[in-house]
């Protein structure tokens, strides 16, 4: 199996450009997150996907930030206008149930730079 | 919201040394998992326990229930067990209804040969 597969690797962009990041999850898994890691903030929940509907979307940080989920074997985490503070990493991981009782998988993440 | 906690922050050791990272949590859980993110960035998870003690190779994650902590062990350390080690354990969000994992700020270990 080739895990969670997001891209791109890395992006940079200037400040208020569109930004969509794309993942796939493992294939036959139910529940998909989108995380996102700072320096200042550590791991953080943004939104988690039940069978490819939104069940908590509390850690999405403003109305810049939305994702998608159109089939089982993919979303995308879109930002727009995007700014210097969303620069982070940003995973993706899948998994089997809920999440908070199941192994996570992760994907390699997308390096998000904002000038 | 579920309060986690670990220590140490830092931590450096030569080869071979016993290493224990330690992680606390304010609330009552159903399951805590461990993670390891390596140098490169990528995240394993490398244990999900609700109680007693898992093994897998040289390390060893032990959870106490009562006293809301668990500790993360690495036997004969080695250079490529330098990684960042996180522990994350579900909040229940009353909003949602839903548990969500809350992680710890992690810590990071380095083996030096």
């Known amino acids: 199996d080739a895990g969670v597969i997001q891209s791109p690797r890395h992006e940079v962009t200037e400040m208020g450009q569109e930004v969509t990041l794309r993942c796939k999850p493992i294939?036959?898994?139910?529940?998909l997150f989108w995380y996102r890691q700072t320096m200042m903030r550590g791991l953080e929940l943004l939104i988690y996907?039940?069978?490819?509907?939104?069940?908590?979307d509390s850690g999405m940080p403003e109305d810049r930030f939305s994702a998608k989920m159109p089939n089982a074997s993919f979303s995308t985490l879109k930002i727009q206008p995007s700014e210097p503070r969303d620069s982070a990493v940003y995973f993706c991981?899948?998994?089997?149930?809920?999440?908070?009782?199941?192994?996570?998988?992760f994907g390699p993440g997308t390096r998000l730079t904002v000038l | 919201k579920n309060e986690v906690e670990q220590s140490p922050q830092n931590l450096t050791a030569q080869e071979g040394e016993f290493i224990t990272i330690n992680c606390s949590y304010s609330v009552g859980i159903s399951a805590l998992h461990w993670l390891q993110q390596h140098p490169g960035g990528g995240i394993v998870s490398l244990f999900m326990l609700s109680s007693g003690k898992k093994k897998h190779g040289r390390l060893i994650a032990t959870i106490n229930i009562q006293e809301k902590h668990s500790s993360l062990h690495i036997t004969a350390s080695h250079p490529r067990d330098s990684a960042v080690y996180i522990c994350a354990v579900p909040s229940r969000d009353l909003g949602f209804g839903n548990e969500k994992l809350t992680f710890g700020t992690g810590t990071r270990l380095t083996i030096i040969p």
């Open positions: 294939s036959g898994h139910n529940s």
């Open positions: 996907f039940n069978n490819n509907v939104p069940i908590d």
């Open positions: 991981a899948s998994t089997t149930g809920t999440g908070s009782t199941d192994t996570q998988y």
